[in-house]
C-alpha cells in the first residue's frame, strides 16, 4: 500500500530489477510491490550499465530502482550513445534510490539525461526497509530524504533522547508498524537499540523547518 502510493503506481508499469532480491530492499520495494501492483518484472542477474541499457531500452522501462552507485554508472557509462536514449527517457517515469546517500550531482545529472523525477528514501533492514520517502506530490529538495512514511514516526535527538531543534544533528529514532520486534535471539543487541518504544538507526541526520530529514553522518558501522 504505502509504496504504491509513493510511486503513484500504474497498471502498466514495467520495473527494472538489478537489486539483489536476499536485499529487503529489492525484496520489498520491488518485487513484493511489484507483484502487488501486477507489473511485469524485468530481471537482471546482476547489475551492469551495458545490460542495464539494454533492457530499459529492449522493455520499455518505466520505473527503475538502485543504488546511489547504478546511477552514477549510468550516468557515466561511455557507451551510452548507442542506445536509444530519447526513447529510454520517454518511457522512464520514475527513478527510486536507496541503500546510500544520493550526491546531488548525480540526482541532478540523472534527472537531467533522463527526464524523470530521482527520489530518495531511506530505511534499514530494521524498519522493513522503508521510513521515509522523498514525495511526488509534495516538494522534492535535492539531499533530502523526504519525509515519513504512512504510519511511521521520526525524532532526530541527542545522546540523551531529547529531540534537537531544528537543523541541529542528532540520531534518527523510528516508530512505527515497519519497524521489526527484535533480533533473533540477540535480546543484548536487541535491547541496545529497542528503547523507549523508539528504534536508534545508529545515523545522524537533521531536519528543517518543513520537516525534510537530511542524512549528514553515521554513529556505529
Not at 22 to 29: A, D, L, M, N, P
Request: aromatic share 10%; proline share 6%; hydrophobic share 40%.
Amino acid at each position: 500500500f504505502v509504496v504504491r502510493e509513493l510511486f503513484q503506481q500504474q497498471p502498466n508499469d514495467v520495473q527494472l530489477v538489478t537489486l539483489p532480491l536476499f536485499h529487503s530492499f529489492g525484496q520489498t520495494v520491488q518485487m513484493n510491490a511489484g507483484f502487488l501492483g501486477g507489473h511485469t518484472l524485468v530481471f537482471l542477474a546482476r547489475f551492469d550499465p551495458a545490460d542495464a541499457f539494454q533492457a530499459l531500452q529492449d522493455h520499455n522501462v518505466t520505473v527503475f530502482c538502485g543504488v546511489p552507485t547504478m546511477f552514477w554508472a549510468l550516468l557515466n557509462y561511455p557507451n551510452a550513445e548507442k542506445y536509444d536514449l530519447e526513447k529510454i527517457a520517454q518511457n522512464l517515469r520514475l527513478g527510486v534510490s536507496g541503500g546510500a546517500s544520493l550526491p546531488v550531482e548525480v540526482l541532478k545529472g540523472v534527472e537531467k539525461r533522463f527526464n524523470l523525477p530521482l527520489l530518495e528514501g531511506y530505511g534499514l533492514s530494521e524498519t522493513s526497509p522503508v521510513a521515509s520517502f522523498g514525495r511526488m506530490d509534495k516538494e522534492r529538495k535535492p539531499g533530502s530524504i523526504g519525509i515519513p512514511i504512512w504510519g511511521v514516526e521520526m525524532r532526530v535527538v541527542d545522546q540523551n533522547d531529547n529531540d534537537v531543534p531544528v537543523g541541529e544533528p542528532g540520531e534518527i529514532l523510528i516508530r512505527g508498524h515497519n519497524v521489526m520486534k527484535g533480533y533473533y535471539n540477540r535480546p543484548e543487541a536487541t535491547a541496545e537499540v529497542m528503547r523507549g518504544g523508539w528504534f536508534h538507526s545508529g545515523d545522524v541526520a537533521t531536519k528543517d523547518e518543513d520537516g525534510y530529514y537530511y542524512i549528514v553522518d553515521r554513529i556505529k558501522d
